[in-house]
């Protein structure tokens, strides 16, 4: 598929999801990877233009340069966003209590703080991301695993190969330190969560490089 017919394609996306209002974004395609540009009105539609070209077949990268403008009805004192996070961060059973802290500026949610497991790290961010008034998320938080586990790697792939989606010859995984390093081609975004998600689902995993690529 040609660039052109790829631009098209991901314009009918936006088009069609009805959580995105696609006059205000504009697209651009070179070599497979595209460009969005333009402005939403909130964070979590800025997600939804993303998640809509991720969808689009032979889209092989994003770069996201959508700007948030929040409509004067939206917009919230940076105080007040952070008190709501910290709520909701507070209220989600999925995330240890006390440890995470956001702050705010102008808007931008920044989190910061130390948990246990990967899968944490990324619950919390997409429990701010709800949130009314926010323009971007900026996800800081540490992971200081709890277990140190030596079979990293090995349940990472049993992982993969329980999942009939995914062709485990073409993943390679270095692990080091705690630190998981994703290599090889997959066939779709989706086939990459999976992926990733395998990887942030095990103990003792504090950091994962994606050098992932889409055939």
């Known amino acids: 598929m040609n660039d052109h017919d790829i631009r098209q394609h991901v314009i009918d996306e936006l088009e069609f999801d009805p959580r995105v209002n696609a006059a205000h974004i504009g697209v651009a395609v070179s070599n497979n990877i595209v460009t969005l540009t333009g402005h939403v009105a909130s964070y979590l539609e800025k997600l939804a233009a993303e998640q809509a070209t991720r969808r689009v077949k032979g889209v092989y990268g994003i770069a996201q340069e959508i700007e948030v403008r929040l409509p004067s009805e939206k917009k919230l004192a940076d105080d007040e966003i952070a008190a709501r996070a910290a709520q909701i961060v507070s209220f989600d059973s999925a995330l240890p209590q006390g440890v995470i802290q956001a702050t705010v500026h102008q808007g931008w949610v920044t989190l910061t703080g130390k948990v246990g497991r990967y899968f944490e790290k990324t619950a919390a961010e997409h429990a701010v991301r709800k949130l009314t008034g926010i323009t971007g998320v900026s996800n800081k938080i540490e992971v200081v695993p709890a277990v140190i586990l030596t079979d990293v790697k090995e ?29 090889g081609k997959v066939a779709s975004w989706h086939e990459r969560d999976i992926v990733l998600s395998a990887a942030r689902s095990v103990p003792s995993v504090r950091e994962i490089d994606d050098q992932l690529t889409l055939n």
């Open 155 to 183: 349940r990472i792939d049993a992982a993969l190969k329980r999942n009939a989606e995914i062709e485990t010859q073409n993943i390679k995984l270095q692990v080091e330190d705690g630190k998981v390093t994703v290599k």
